[in-house]
């Protein structure tokens, strides 16, 4: 990966400025998907969309690949043009594309 640089600070100035905040945003993660085993309900018989959309999100973080924010967003995107009926009364976006309509 070769990208012209773009970003005034150095590769330690950003270590330096952001790595704590990070940190904590990655233990966030991890604490969600502990709380999910965990879940009172004992362990479902099928992952949730969001979950699974999640979870190969965060494989993309370290395929090696360059514009990772960009190809995380556009995974955990909804790309539909018209939403089903079912979803017009959730008063919300669902942080992700059902399965079956991607």
Known sequence: MNYDATC????GEIVDHYFLEHRAKL???????????RA???TPNFEDFRVTA????L???SDGQGERA??????????REALP??????????GAAPEQSK
């Open 85 to 94: 009926e079912t979803a017009a009364g959730t008063k919300g976006a669902l």
């Open 8 to 11: 005034p600070l150095s590769y």
């Open 40 to 42: 009172a309900d004992g």
């Open 70 to 79: 960009k190809r995380v967003l556009a995974h955990l995107s909804d790309e």
């Open 27 to 37: 233990i966030d993660i991890a604490a969600f998907l502990d709380r999910l085993e």
């Open 59 to 61: 494989a993309l973080l």
């Open 54 to 57: 999640l979870r190969e999100a």
